[in-house]
């Protein structure tokens, strides 16, 4: 129970420090585009501002997660952060189609080239989101959680888009004082570029989040150390089936295993009660259900 409380407060903690870089990251970026004259920037900003509601999303799911099983969630909570971790990806998704709307909308009329300040803030936030990545994805793989991991990615994702946006906005001033005209619109093609970026980016974390909120099971490579955990327990002939249940941080097991038919139903269940014992002690294991069968007649099961 302990570890489980650590466990959150470091992964609120972690969410809670993307919302507030989130927020002065978009400030910034807002106000230096805007001072700059650059589309690029403001593109850039928009994003910032939705990975301030990525991390809010993700601090409320984990805040769900960490509440006990009840009458309703006899499982517990723990797809609250995968939850979350989707809600993350629309949004993201929504942001790259807004900043690609915008692009496009720039290279219809004529545009002055943004201002040396747009890039001087530009390369702070690479350096304070590749910060902010490093730290929430290592956290996040050491958590287990989906949605830190996928809010990292955000992050790395503005990075990405920060860089596009620092060539775009290079090439847009470069042009400005070369007087080539078609260089000056590289400030909105780089927003382009963003908007690709931020849509791929969503696909992605979407589809990884969905498929672990759909009952995902472990493959058989990932669930074989809890095979050998239950054949170690004395009574155990055979496991029968295995179903290891991602339920966001935590795993669910449900298995059946075969005992001697000649024992009595007392001795079954103590063999029983054992085996959840010993996986329960195993890492990330929420829950186990034991169906006992007697080892001759298993095949008629």
Not at 199 to 213: D, F, V, Y
Not at 222 to 244: E, M, N, Q, R
Not at 261 to 282: D, F, N, S
Request: with cysteine; net charge negative; glycine share 8%.
């Amino acid at each position: 129970m302990m570890q489980q409380e650590e466990r959150f407060k470091k992964a609120e903690f972690a969410a809670m420090v993307g919302i507030v870089g989130n927020i002065a990251l978009a400030i910034i970026k807002w106000v230096c585009g805007i001072a700059g004259n650059s589309r690029a920037l403001i593109a850039d900003a928009a994003h910032s501002a939705s990975d301030v509601a990525g991390s809010l999303a993700v601090f409320i799911g984990l805040r769900a997660a960490k509440q006990p099983p009840d009458e309703d969630h006899p499982y517990g909570h723990g797809k609250a952060e995968s939850v979350a971790a989707i809600i993350v990806a629309v949004l993201l998704a929504l942001v790259g189609v807004e900043i690609g709307i915008s692009s496009i909308q720039s290279f219809g009329h004529e545009i002055e080239p943004p201002n040396v300040i747009a890039v001087y803030a530009v390369i702070f936030s690479i350096i304070v989101k590749e910060a902010m990545f490093q730290y929430k994805f290592r956290l996040g793989k050491r958590l287990k959680s989906d949605a830190l991991i996928v809010n990292a990615y955000e992050h790395r994702s503005d990075v990405f888009s920060s860089i596009a946006a620092l060539i775009g906005i290079g090439a847009a001033i470069l042009g400005g004082k070369l007087n080539v005209d078609w260089l000056i619109y590289g400030d909105p093609v780089a927003g382009l570029f963003v908007s690709l970026l931020v849509l791929k980016m969503a696909w992605e974390l979407g589809k990884e989040s969905i498929h672990n909120t759909l009952d995902h099971v472990l493959h058989e490579e990932d669930a074989a150390h809890f095979h050998d955990i239950i054949l170690s327990v004395p009574g155990v002939k055979k496991i029968g089936t295995l179903y290891a249940r991602e339920h966001g941080h935590y795993v669910i097991i449900d298995l059946k295993i075969s005992v001697d038919p000649h024992i009595t139903v007392e001795e079954g269940h103590r063999i029983g009660k054992m085996v959840k014992a010993e996986l329960m002690k195993a890492a990330n294991v929420q829950n186990v259900l034991v169906h006992i069968n007697p080892f001759k007649a298993e095949e008629d099961d």
